[in-house]
């Protein structure tokens, strides 16, 4: 039997000894392996394993004032079954389903049939219902922007993008706000076959393209091929792309052409942008004092733009900002009065850098997959808003032109993710998950999402179940063959989520009558049909696939374009925009009840930015680690051997560090008003004066009680990151609008940072 598997690092070819996983190698087919993979074995094994259900002890005697702290009481399935059964129905039939919170948003395993949060959804479907999350913590406020200006997502995310072929042949300069993280590519949702991303840029400086990254982190400079680091002060991108605009005017160089023919409000935007509307020319010298750039850089960049085929492409970090709408809306205005959008391989898109082989050559279809089939109950949040919700029942947000009541719940179930990763503000978050009822939480490890919940399903690896991987960015189907016995008494969720239907009589709904190997034949066979429909693809039947181990789709023939054919035939092929063109000015902003977005891309000035830094404090972003996944192998691997004296690395420039008297090496206290954490300098050129990069995913460790206040002692940003939205629009997370405080720690605010585990948990542990 083939041993390829798939995590989302990259397939991997796996060997075992003794019932454990002994060793993870690179897919043969992968020219650009992650080195992550390396750490999987420790992962499994890792004496953090969750192993079997287990119950907080206060819980049982009453109180959910203290979750995150106290013993944990180890049980039965059945104890543990018996628990949740009384729960539910108590909930259902004191307040119906709206009482039950399940939008469990993370990334999970690899794995398309055994996607925790989908089993959850589709178990609490067949029961009546859930309140459900809605966007993704990544490019939330793109979400909601995009479909508004383009009519959809296609921009923004999926496998559906202008490929790199395409850019490579026709494009002369690439531009990369938010700049190009190499080690973000060595990352897909599903899994990659093969990481591509740097090859494609290498390929790009071999024929002479010019690249541009505008970011105030130089992240992967040293891997890139040659190109232009434009440092700039975070969160003003929006006004550099005013003024590189402005000169596009002022030079006679907008295509009025295509802005007729395929916008609408282009008329209504440039008097912003010239200043007759409101007496500020959004020139060079005005950008120049916003973002820190030069004005005759600023104009040296407008001039490239408008004299050469360009592609351009804003990271999702770039809308995870105060107003973080807006540069992506002034990123497709600017592309548009370039007139370069639908030209084969230039204009515009997004998250190029973000993921693993975005804009590799893949044919238009989706992925296998599993449903969670339909909410009856139709209930949501935005994602973003789940400590709100917890913390105000009966509040109310208008959200994209919508009402939304906040419901008062009872019971919050998360599987497959981890809130005390993603979520902004954690003190905050701390004090909204004392106030449900009952807080379940299926997991593999003992973050402190598992440590901040009653009741903790151990749930298998990606590795001790077979499944079906599949990602939206990449040609290659992996069958991930179970390689061990599940460690403990570990399930899948298919089988936790089987014995409950089971007692809530849903079992044929949930199950349909079919068995796990039912189910993946099931689900490939349809991605093959689909595959033969759409693209005249000849996949292997199940029983060959599984046996191989892999399967392939082709590379297309013709390099695919944004937007071709809408620029082709825009009355054939309209965008579903109210207008069918790209909105420039938002006829549906225009008649919302969302005062704080005007119609137009603007510049609006972030609450918490340089602009107004009092004189000590730094500006912290809080990119994607290079070392793990958010906070997936955190405490093993590459991530684990990348922690200076244990805890996560805090980038800052030399010349901050010297005035506060930091080394290279030391301890430092990190603070605002809404927490501090502690982490260890690591001084670097790559980050620009006035900013600190502290990436995200060390796991939440607070010192002491788990309480506000509380000062994380593993260096998570996210005690640090305000929970002001984006805009009211998006209600999306806004965690790189931060100032904060930094100096060296005293030698006394050195405490112990290890990880043990809750108290009452066994001590047959699996060997590390």
């Given at each position: 039997?083939?041993?390829?598997?798939?995590t989302?690092?990259?397939?991997?070819h796996?060997?075992?000894?003794?019932?454990r996983?002994?060793?993870?190698?690179?897919?043969?087919?992968?020219?650009?392996?992650?080195?992550?993979?390396?750490?999987?074995?420790?992962?499994?094994?890792?004496?953090?394993?969750?192993?079997?259900?287990?119950?907080r002890?206060?819980?049982?005697?009453g109180?959910?004032?203290?979750?995150?702290?106290?013993?944990f009481?180890?049980?039965?399935?059945?104890?543990?079954?018996?628990?949740?059964?009384?729960?539910?129905?108590?909930?259902?039939?004191?307040?119906?389903?709206?009482g039950?919170?399940?939008?469990?948003?993370?990334?999970?395993?690899?794995?398309?049939?055994?996607?925790?949060?989908?089993?959850?959804?589709?178990?609490?479907?067949?029961?009546?219902?859930?309140?459900?999350q809605?966007?993704?913590?990544?490019?939330?406020?793109?979400?909601?922007?995009?479909?508004?200006v383009?009519g959809?997502?296609?921009i923004?995310f999926?496998g559906?993008?202008?490929?790199?072929?395409?850019?490579?042949?026709?494009?002369?300069?690439?531009?990369?706000?938010?700049?190009?993280?190499?080690?973000?590519?060595?990352?897909?949702?599903?899994?990659?076959g093969?990481?591509?991303?740097?090859?494609?840029?290498?390929?790009?400086?071999?024929?002479?393209?010019?690249i541009?990254?505008?970011?105030?982190?130089?992240?992967?400079?040293?891997?890139?091929?040659?190109?232009?680091?434009?440092?700039?002060?975070?969160?003003?991108?929006?006004?550099?792309?005013?003024?590189?605009?402005?000169?596009?005017?002022?030079?006679?160089?907008?295509d009025?052409?295509f802005?007729?023919?395929?916008?609408s409000?282009?008329?209504?935007?440039?008097?912003?942008?010239?200043?007759?509307s409101?007496?500020?020319?959004?020139?060079?010298?005005?950008?120049?004092?916003?973002t820190?750039?030069?004005?005759?850089?600023?104009?040296?960049?407008?001039?490239?733009l408008?004299?050469?085929?360009?592609?351009?492409?804003?990271?999702?970090?770039l809308?995870?900002q105060?107003?973080?709408?807006q540069?992506?809306?002034m990123?497709?205005?600017?592309?548009?009065m370039?007139?370069?959008?639908?030209?084969?391989?230039?204009?515009?898109?997004?998250?190029?850098?973000?993921m693993?082989?975005?804009?590799?050559?893949?044919?238009a279809?989706?992925?296998?997959?599993?449903?969670?089939?339909?909410?009856?109950?139709?209930?949501?949040?935005?994602?973003?808003?789940?400590?709100?919700?917890?913390?105000?029942?009966?509040?109310?947000?208008?959200?994209?032109?919508?009402?939304?009541?906040?419901?008062?719940?009872?019971?919050?179930?998360?599987a497959?993710?981890?809130?005390?990763?993603?979520?902004?503000?954690?003190?905050?978050?701390v004090?909204a998950?004392?106030?449900?009822?009952?807080?379940i939480?299926?997991?593999i490890?003992w973050?402190?999402?598992?440590?901040?919940?009653?009741?903790?399903?151990?749930?298998?690896?990606?590795?001790?179940?077979?499944?079906?991987?599949?990602?939206?960015?990449?040609?290659?189907?992996?069958?991930?063959?179970?390689?061990?016995?599940?460690?403990?008494?570990?399930?899948?969720?298919?089988?936790?989520?089987?014995?409950?239907?089971?007692?809530?009589?849903?079992?044929?709904?949930?199950?349909?009558?079919r068995?796990?190997?039912?189910?993946?034949?099931h689900?490939?066979?349809?991605?093959?049909?689909?595959?033969?429909?759409?693209?005249?693809?000849?996949?292997?039947?199940f029983?060959?696939f599984?046996?191989?181990g892999y399967?392939e789709?082709?590379?297309?023939e013709?390099?695919y374009?944004l937007?071709?054919?809408?620029r082709?035939?825009?009355?054939?092929n309209?965008?579903?925009?109210?207008?069918?063109k790209?909105?420039?000015?938002?006829?549906?902003?225009?008649?919302?009840?969302?005062?704080?977005?005007?119609?137009?891309?603007?510049?609006?000035?972030?609450?918490?930015?340089?602009?107004?830094?009092?004189a000590?404090?730094?500006?912290?972003?809080?990119?994607?680690?290079?070392?793990r996944?958010?906070?997936?192998?955190?405490?093993?691997?590459?991530?684990?051997?990348?922690?200076?004296k244990?805890?996560?690395?805090?980038?800052?420039?030399?010349?901050?560090?010297?005035?506060r008297?930091?080394?290279?090496?030391?301890?430092?206290?990190?603070?605002?008003?809404r927490?501090?954490?502690?982490?260890?300098?690591?001084?670097?050129?790559?980050v620009?004066?006035?900013?600190?990069?502290l990436?995200?995913?060390?796991?939440?460790?607070?010192?002491?009680r788990?309480?506000?206040?509380?000062?994380?002692?593993?260096?998570n940003?996210?005690v640090?990151t305000?929970?002001?939205?984006?805009s009211?629009?998006?209600?999306?997370?806004?965690?790189?609008?931060?100032?904060?405080?930094v100096?060296?720690?005293?030698?006394?605010?050195?405490?112990?940072?290890?990880?043990?585990?809750?108290?009452?948990?066994g001590?047959?542990?699996?060997?590390?």
């Amino acid at each position: 039997m083939a041993d390829v598997s798939a995590t989302h690092w990259g397939f991997v070819h796996v060997a075992t000894r003794d019932g454990r996983v002994d060793s993870t190698d690179p897919f043969v087919r992968d020219r650009n392996p992650s080195p992550l993979i390396a750490g999987l074995p420790e992962a499994i094994h890792a004496p953090t394993r969750v192993l079997r259900p287990a119950i907080r002890k206060a819980w049982l005697e009453g109180d959910r004032e203290n979750r995150g702290e106290g013993a944990f009481i180890e049980v039965d399935w059945q104890t543990a079954y018996d628990h949740i059964e009384r729960e539910l129905r108590a909930t259902i039939s004191n307040k119906g389903n709206e009482g039950i919170f399940a939008g469990s948003y993370g990334w999970g395993s690899a794995g398309r049939f055994h996607h925790a949060s989908t089993h959850l959804k589709r178990f609490l479907n067949t029961i009546g219902g859930f309140v459900d999350q809605r966007q993704t913590y990544s490019f939330a406020a793109g979400q909601t922007i995009c479909p508004h200006v383009v009519g959809d997502n296609r921009i923004l995310f999926g496998g559906e993008t202008t490929e790199w072929p395409a850019i490579l042949d026709n494009a002369r300069v690439i531009v990369f706000f938010g700049g190009i993280n190499l080690s973000n590519a060595q990352i897909a949702a599903g899994g990659p076959g093969n990481h591509a991303t740097a090859d494609w840029l290498t390929e790009a400086g071999r024929r002479g393209i010019e690249i541009i990254c505008v970011s105030p982190v130089h992240d992967s400079g040293e891997r890139l091929p040659a190109h232009e680091w434009l440092q700039i002060c975070p969160g003003t991108d929006t006004a550099l792309m005013l003024a590189i605009a402005y000169e596009l005017v002022r030079t006679c160089r907008v295509d009025n052409a295509f802005l007729d023919r395929f916008c609408s409000g282009y008329a209504a935007f440039e008097p912003y942008l010239t200043g007759k509307s409101d007496g500020v020319r959004k020139d060079a010298d005005w950008a120049s004092g916003i973002t820190g750039i030069p004005a005759a850089t600023i104009r040296k960049l407008a001039a490239k733009l408008s004299d050469n085929p360009v592609f351009l492409t804003a990271s999702w970090s770039l809308q995870r900002q105060e107003n973080g709408e807006q540069p992506l809306w002034m990123l497709i205005t600017l592309a548009a009065m370039l007139g370069e959008i639908g030209l084969p391989g230039r204009g515009v898109s997004f998250g190029y850098g973000s993921m693993g082989n975005r804009g590799d050559p893949r044919p238009a279809i989706s992925s296998p997959g599993f449903k969670a089939g339909q909410n009856p109950l139709g209930r949501f949040i935005p994602v973003a808003r789940a400590a709100d919700m917890l913390l105000d029942p009966g509040g109310k947000i208008h959200f994209d032109g919508e009402d939304l009541v906040y419901p008062d719940i009872d019971i919050v179930w998360w599987a497959g993710g981890n809130p005390f990763h993603h979520h902004q503000d954690l003190n905050r978050l701390v004090e909204a998950f004392r106030k449900p009822r009952t807080v379940i939480v299926n997991e593999i490890w003992w973050t402190a999402t598992a440590r901040h919940a009653d009741i903790v399903l151990p749930a298998t690896t990606a590795f001790e179940r077979n499944d079906i991987s599949g990602s939206p960015t990449d040609r290659f189907t992996a069958a991930m063959h179970k390689q061990i016995e599940p460690l403990g008494d570990a399930r899948s969720e298919f089988d936790i989520f089987s014995g409950l239907a089971q007692r809530f009589g849903t079992i044929e709904a949930y199950g349909e009558n079919r068995d796990e190997m039912g189910w993946l034949e099931h689900i490939y066979e349809d991605y093959r049909f689909r595959a033969l429909e759409t693209l005249g693809a000849v996949l292997p039947a199940f029983a060959a696939f599984w046996e191989r181990g892999y399967a392939e789709l082709p590379i297309p023939e013709q390099a695919y374009t944004l937007f071709a054919d809408f620029r082709g035939n825009p009355t054939k092929n309209p965008l579903k925009t109210p207008s069918g063109k790209i909105e420039i000015w938002s006829s549906f902003i225009a008649n919302s009840r969302h005062e704080d977005v005007h119609p137009h891309p603007r510049w609006v000035e972030p609450r918490e930015w340089l602009g107004k830094a009092e004189a000590a404090q730094l500006h912290m972003v809080s990119p994607q680690p290079a070392s793990r996944l958010h906070g997936q192998l955190d405490g093993v691997g590459v991530s684990k051997r990348s922690k200076i004296k244990g805890r996560e690395p805090v980038r800052l420039n030399p010349e901050d560090a010297e005035g506060r008297g930091i080394r290279d090496g030391d301890t430092v206290r990190i603070w605002n008003e809404r927490g501090e954490c502690l982490a260890t300098a690591a001084l670097t050129e790559h980050v620009m004066p006035g900013v600190i990069a502290l990436a995200t995913g060390a796991w939440y460790n607070p010192e002491g009680r788990s309480r506000k206040g509380s000062r994380d002692l593993h260096g998570n940003p996210n005690v640090l990151t305000s929970n002001v939205p984006t805009s009211t629009l998006s209600h999306a997370p806004a965690q790189h609008s931060a100032l904060v405080f930094v100096e060296k720690a005293a030698k006394s605010a050195y405490p112990d940072i290890h990880q043990k585990l809750p108290d009452g948990i066994g001590r047959e542990r699996p060997e590390t």
